[in-house]
C-alpha cells in the first residue's frame, strides 16, 4: 500500500485499537477454528491466510502494530475479519463462543452483545476496508472479491454433516442440576478395573466410559441453572444410565467397597431440603431425584427405541448388586 493511499490510516483515531481489540480477538479466535476444517482448503486458497497467519495476526496488542500491519498486509487482516464475521454467525463459532464465555465469566445475554457488538464493528470496519484496500490479483475489486469468498464458505457449510437434532430441551433447577453433575462425575469415577462384578457390568457399557461422558460432564459444567439445556437422544440416554447407576452406588454397599465415600459423601443441605417430601437421608434424596429423571424419561420417550434399550441395560445391572 503506497504512502498516499494509505493516508486514511492517519485519520484513525489514536484509540481505534483499543475499541477493536475485542472483536479482533473474536474474529481471530473464529477464522482459526474454521481454518482447522480440513474441507477449508479452497478458503485457504482464496484468502493466502493459515493457520500460522492467523496466530500472528492474533498476536496485535498495539494501536502501533495494527497500523504497520494495516500497511504492510491489509489483505490477511482483511481476510481474518471477513471469515471470523462468517463463521461467528454459524454454528461452527459454538466451541469459540463457549469458551469465551467460560473465560469471561459472563452470562449468555453478554456473551450475544459481545458477538452483537464485535460483529457490527467488523462490518463497519471491512466496508473501510474495502473502500481504500487494493483487491488481490485478479479480481475486480474488494468487494467482488468478498462474494467470491462468501460463495467458498456457503459451499463449505453444505458440505458439513447436519447437527444431531436435540431430543429433549431442559431447563433446570439448581439442585437438578448439581445433581446430574454429581450422577456423571461419580460415574466417571468408578473403576474401570474393579473386582467387583456391578462395576464390571457398568464398564461394559460404552456411553459411560470415561472418554464418552466427558464432553457432557464438560457442558454440564458450562451450564447455568433455568438455562435452556439441549440434549441429543445419546446424551439423553448417558444421563438416564448415569442417574440410575448413581442411585444403584448410593443406596448399596459399592461406595465403601470402592472408597467413594470420602469423594462422594453427601448431598448438600440446601439440595436435601429442595426434596419436596423431605427426606430423613441423603441417600434417600439421591434416590428420589433419580427416581424423578427416570420417570420423566420414560414418561416422556414411552416408545424410544434407544431408551428401552438403555432400561433393559440398567435392569440387567441391577442383577449384580
Known amino acids: ?19 477493536l481489540a475485542h472483536c479482533l480477538s473474536l474474529h481471530g479466535m ?24 492467523v496466530q500472528r495476526l ?21 481476510h481474518l475479519l471477513l471469515l471470523g464475521r462468517l463463521t461467528l454467525d454459524t454454528s461452527l463459532a459454538e466451541p469459540v463462543l463457549a469458551y469465551v464465555q467460560q473465560q469471561m ?12 457488538y464485535c460483529l457490527e464493528l467488523s462490518g463497519a470496519f471491512l466496508a473501510t476496508l474495502e473502500e481504500h484496500v487494493p483487491a488481490p490479483e485478479g479480481a ?11 460463495e467458498a464458505f456457503e459451499l463449505l457449510l453444505r458440505a458439513q454433516p447436519a447437527p444431531p437434532v436435540p431430543a429433549a430441551n431442559l431447563r433446570l433447577a439448581e439442585p437438578q442440576l448439581q445433581m446430574l453433575r454429581l450422577a456423571l462425575l461419580l460415574v466417571h469415577s468408578l473403576p474401570e478395573a474393579a473386582d467387583h462384578p456391578f ?12 472418554t464418552a461422558l466427558e464432553p457432557l460432564i464438560e457442558r454440564l459444567g458450562r451450564i447455568h441453572a433455568q438455562e ?29 467397597r470402592i472408597g467413594l465415600e470420602d469423594v462422594f459423601p453427601v448431598l448438600p443441605a440446601e439440595e436435601s431440603a429442595a426434596s419436596e417430601t423431605a427426606p430423613a437421608s441423603n441417600r434417600q434424596a439421591v434416590g428420589e431425584m433419580v427416581s424423578g429423571f427416570t420417570r420423566w424419561v420414560q414418561h416422556t420417550f414411552p416408545d424410544d427405541p434407544a ?4 432400561r433393559g441395560e440398567v435392569l440387567a445391572l441391577a442383577d449384580f448388586l
Open 307 to 310: 431408551i428401552q434399550q438403555a
Open 105 to 116: 465469566h459472563i452470562s449468555p445475554e453478554q456473551l450475544e452483545q459481545l458477538r452483537t
Open 58 to 78: 492474533n498476536g496485535i496488542q498495539t494501536h502501533e502494530t495494527l497500523l504497520q500491519t494495516l500497511r504492510a498486509e491489509p489483505l490477511a487482516l482483511y
Open 140 to 150: 475486480a475489486s474488494l468487494g467482488l472479491h468478498r462474494l467470491g469468498v462468501e
Open 199 to 210: 462395576l464390571r457390568a457398568v464398564g461394559r457399557l460404552p456411553q459411560l466410559h470415561r
Open 228 to 256: 435452556q439445556l439441549q440434549l441429543t437422544m445419546p446424551e439423553l440416554v448417558q444421563l438416564y444410565q448415569g442417574m440410575q447407576v448413581c442411585g444403584m452406588v448410593f443406596v448399596s454397599d459399592v461406595m465403601s
Open 1 to 19: 500500500m503506497s504512502s498516499a493511499s494509505a493516508s486514511w490510516l492517519d485519520a484513525l483515531p489514536a484509540d481505534f485499537y483499543d475499541q
Open 30 to 53: 473464529a477464522c482459526a477454528e474454521l481454518l482447522s476444517y480440513p474441507t477449508a482448503q479452497p478458503l485457504t486458497v482464496l484468502t493466502r491466510l493459515n493457520l500460522a497467519q
